[in-house]
């Protein structure tokens, strides 16, 4: 019956998502916890002068953690297409998203000539995590971890 397939995919898609948040959450706070140490700690960090430089730094250490906590949690039962080509476009994906995240601390920063750490922290970790995290989403999904392709009929096949 397909209000039941529906139903199912449903259930499926927002438990997915329910992991996919939960990552990010994790994610999110070693990304802005790095960020905040290595601009704002005791009030002038190691890269205050180098923002742009410390986001980086602070988004490949939490791309790492996410990558394998998708992996082996909110994908686990997606297709595998080995780590070196997974990894790679997981990499490049999150490049892409990265760019998408520094834009608004950019503008912010050279722009606007805001330096604050409220200022940093509205346009990297809220304006700009939430464009990249939106990005992400649609990306992995799309292009990284692949659901697996079953034949039509096992879907028409009723259930018992």
Sequence with gaps: MPSHAFAARLRS???????FGTVGAIAY???VGTFNLLVHAF????????????????ALLATLF????????????????????????????NAVA??????????SRYVFDLDSALADNISA??????LGTAFRFWAYRRWVF???????TSEQEPRQ
Excluded: C, M, S
Excluded at 43 to 58: C, F
Excluded at 67 to 85: H, I, L, P, S, V
Excluded at 98 to 104: D, E, G, K, M
Excluded at 125 to 130: E, F, H, P, Q
């Design 98 to 107: 990265l760019a998408i995240t520094i834009i608004p601390l950019a503008v």
């Design 125 to 130: 970790n809220i304006i700009g995590v939430a």
């Design 29 to 31: 706070v070693i990304d």
């Design 13 to 19: 898609g927002l438990a997915e998502l329910a992991r």
């Design 43 to 58: 009030g002038h960090g190691p890269l205050a002068e180098r923002p742009l430089t410390a986001k980086v730094l602070a």
């Design 66 to 93: 996410a990558y394998f906590a998708n992996r082996q949690w909110t994908w686990r039962y997606r297709e595998r297409r080995g780590f070196a080509k997974e990894y790679g476009l997981f990499l490049v994906l």
């Design 146 to 152: 692949l659901a697996i392709v079953t034949p039509a």
